[in-house]
T-cell receptor, first 117, second 112 residues
Framework: NAGVMQNPRHLVRRRGQEARLRCSPM?????VYWYRQLPEEGLKFMVY????????ESGMPKERFSAEFPKEGPSILRIQQVVRGDSAAYFC???????????????FGSGTQLSVL | EDKVVQSPLSLVVHEGDTVTLNCSYE??????LLWYKQEKKAPTFLFML????IEKKSGRLSSILDKKELSSILNITATQTGDSAIYLC????????????FGTGTRLQVTL
């Protein structure tokens, strides 16, 4: 039973380029969360998605950042026109359906380390 | 603003020692507190605590929540080098699904 899969593990971009980070949740999980971890800081919530719906994007920067979780395929976190301050580890997590009552226990992927030159 | 504070920030102990990590929170509408272990990759789940005073235990690790003091502790007995990691504390709030608010973590290093 594969865990949460993120790719790529490392992504290097020059300022102004676009970064696309992918996340496949655990099998049977329909909820996806994206978190960002800056150096020496804790994980910060960015966005919570279900299939084809953004449920909570209160942690997303207003500009340049977007996320989707299509009916088919992985969830994508997209950062346009990257700047050096976007350099961070981006973690995806998933949880089962809320109906199970177990949705608070998130399972995390190994993260994508984004470096902006 | 909701806040989760962990202490100490870092800790170095010898193998075999017992350590206690602290987490305190100032949040509205507290629902649960979770502990994660983060090595050089994915944070892995350790415990979820919702009720005050009930200890959760897994091997050499244990944790307890004190809702009156708005805090939790994570104990590790007979530490091993494999326990070296960042230990993260997070809380969830009612009405916010699984949006975790994390502390900055405690970096634990266990030496021989």
């Amino acid at each position: 039973n594969a865990g949460v899969m993120q790719n790529p593990r490392h992504l290097v971009r020059r300022r102004g380029q676009e970064a696309r980070l992918r996340c496949s949740p655990m099998k049977g999980h329909s909820h996806v969360y994206w978190y960002r971890q800056l150096p020496e800081e804790g994980l910060k919530f960015m966005v919570y998605l279900q299939k084809e719906n953004i449920i909570d994007e209160s942690g997303m920067p207003k500009e340049r950042f977007s996320a989707e979780f299509p009916k088919e395929g992985p969830s994508i976190l997209r950062i346009q026109q990257v700047v050096r301050g976007d350099s961070a580890a981006y973690f995806c997590a998933s949880s089962p359906s809320r109906r199970t009552g177990a949705n608070e226990k998130l399972f995390f992927g190994s993260g994508t380390q984004l470096s902006v030159l | 603003e909701d806040k989760v504070v962990q202490s100490p920030l870092s800790l170095v102990v010898h193998e075999g020692d017992t350590v206690t990590l602290n987490c305190s929170y100032e949040v509205t509408n507290f629902r649960s507190l979770l502990w994660y272990k983060q090595e050089k990759k994915a944070p892995t789940f350790l415990f979820m605590l919702t009720s005050s005073g009930i200890e959760k235990k897994s091997g050499r690790l244990s944790s307890i929540l004190d809702k009156k003091e708005l805090s939790s502790i994570l104990n590790i007995t007979a530490t091993q080098t494999g326990d070296s990691a960042i230990y993260l504390c997070a809380v969830t709030l009612t009405g916010t699904a699984s949006k975790l608010t994390f502390g900055t973590g405690t970096r634990l290093q266990v030496t021989l």
